[in-house]
């Protein structure tokens, strides 16, 4: 049984920055892509970042592309997601979620089949 457990969400201004981290457990962390979602209110989840299980290759939404970056510590089993230059429009709660098969890359959101609770990010004007 995997587990994800969120971490670093929070309140704050638009232009600063927060740092989100998830700590898996239950499966071979190093062998599995990692990603992170987002779901506002009323909106579908959707995909925000992947990075591939070697952390060699990372794939970005259109929409934080140059402003989050996501990273991953094997050795700690956790994964990262740098969120900068937030905007109000970031709001959301943010879902680390890992990967469905060992070495896959974490591209798009079919890579991925389970989700940790959730971490709340608030972007105020």
């Known amino acids: 049984q995997v587990q994800l457990v969120e971490s670093g969400g929070g309140l704050v201004q638009a232009g600063g920055s927060l740092r989100l981290s998830c700590t898996a457990s239950?499966?071979?962390?190093?062998?599995?892509?990692m990603g992170w979602f987002r779901q506002a209110p009323g909106k579908e989840r959707e995909f925000v970042a992947g990075?591939?299980?070697?952390?060699?290759?990372?794939y970005y939404a259109d929409f934080v592309k140059g402003r989050f970056t996501i990273s991953r510590d094997n050795a700690k089993s956790t994964v990262y997601l740098r969120m900068n230059s937030l905007k109000p429009e970031d709001t959301a709660v943010y879902y680390c979620?890992?990967?469905?098969?060992?070495?896959?890359?974490?591209?798009?959101?079919?890579?991925?089949?389970?989700w940790g609770q959730g971490t709340q990010v608030t972007v105020s004007s």
């Open positions: 979620a890992i990967g469905t098969r060992d070495y896959g890359l974490g591209s798009r959101a079919r890579d991925f089949d389970s």
């Open positions: 239950g499966r071979t962390f190093s062998t599995y892509a």
């Open positions: 990075i591939a299980w070697n952390g060699r290759n990372t």
